[in-house]
């Protein structure tokens, strides 16, 4: 199923640079490698960086559990940044749904600096279900 | 210290009728009673009183770490309703804080039916902490 | 139509203390009279009221567009706490809508208290809307 | 004051595309050209572009009122999309403060793809202001 859905998500969003790693158990984890384009001087990671990654995290997971579903879209996105993120380290997002239902799915995302414990930002989004 | 808590909190919100069942390692437990007070038509448990829940359990966790602070207040509360509680169980509420910093406070409470598996409410909220 | 909204809220939420005062244009003011019951130690409304009125406000501004419809539950609510509310004034909610899907509604609510220019909170709120 | 503004968020944010209108009375007007950069496929405008578009918006409306702080950081953002953005038009956010505290800052932005009446999201958040 991972194949697929790297492939799905390649193609629909050709110009995304999250990895998605891992997809199942009403979760799953992504990775935004971490570069020039990523940071914004002070040497951290932009907040729309963070946003998009955990965006692409929910996503996966959503459609990892309804499958290759192209018209999702995110209706809110509710992001508290928690500590400056390291410049010299990917971004690991890992969600877990909340809730799956037929018209809205519901999720958490953790964002960190790769090997690091403490988060650096937690998302909470909501994604509309269209109908079959 | 559990009873230091329960006694403060019983001086500083002699009206709140949430139990406070453990605090410590960065988050806490706290348990609502549900009756006729805590329900509206249809059966269920009132947005409001889980939203009280939630503040009472981020407020325990946050003064189980910094010491008993009369002046935190909540800045922010974020609230998703995720499946309908039952009238006929507690509310459970299982908070665990995200950030502790010297400012501010973000913690997550997960609401639960008592006894039931899936939440039936999340909540991200946020305290600020007065200065020393 | 104020009317008939009045008399349905009255008979579906026969527990709720908020008056409603206008509803149409996409909007809605209510009124929340303040006692003992609503206030928390240091004189000040309580988060929890403040949250209830917000959810009326947004609820009756639905229905306004919407009409009668009980079903309508309220799938997510962000408030920001943002000025210590007076213990002696009521608390008026203005209620403008953002949004009126066919199975989401997004407003915004600013709270005061009355006769006070600046808000004591603001809520952005989500209800889910039934199919017909 | 406008240019001194721009000439510190060009100092401070190179990489930054958003176009800054006009800066005072406790807000702000902002513009992103909108191009191939950033739109995603289905031909809209992607979510973290609206979102960066947002941030930006809040800061310099916070650094009209407060003066030119390079440390001020956005603690949380919380963001409803409401309407699917045009992709043939620029996005402008229109930011107004809701509070601006010692500590903290909260302000609300809408906003719109150029030219159309009703908003393609509204977005609340928050900035740490650094102590003096």
């Known amino acids: 199923m991972l194949d697929n859905i790297i492939a799905f998500m390649a193609a629909e969003f050709p110009q ?10 009403q979760g799953s984890t992504v990775k935004q490698e971490i570069g ?4 914004r001087p002070g040497g951290t990671v932009s907040g729309p960086v963070l946003m998009a990654v955990a965006d692409v995290a929910l996503y996966v ?3 990892g559990e309804i499958g290759l579903v192209p018209l999702a879209v995110t209706t809110s996105l509710n992001i508290n940044f928690l500590r400056k993120p390291s410049s010299e380290r990917d971004i690991i997002g890992v969600c877990k749904l909340l809730k799956l239902g037929k018209v809205l799915a ?6 960190y600096s790769e090997g690091q ?3 650096v930002a ?4 909501t994604y509309s279900i269209p109908p079959k």
């Open 36 to 39: 020039v384009d990523q940071l």
């Open 122 to 125: 937690h998302v909470v989004g």
């Open 16 to 25: 995304s640079t999250v990895k998605i790693m891992t997809v199942g158990d």
């Open 61 to 63: 997971a959503i459609i």
């Open 117 to 119: 414990e403490e988060p």
């Open 106 to 111: 519901v999720g958490e995302v953790s964002l």
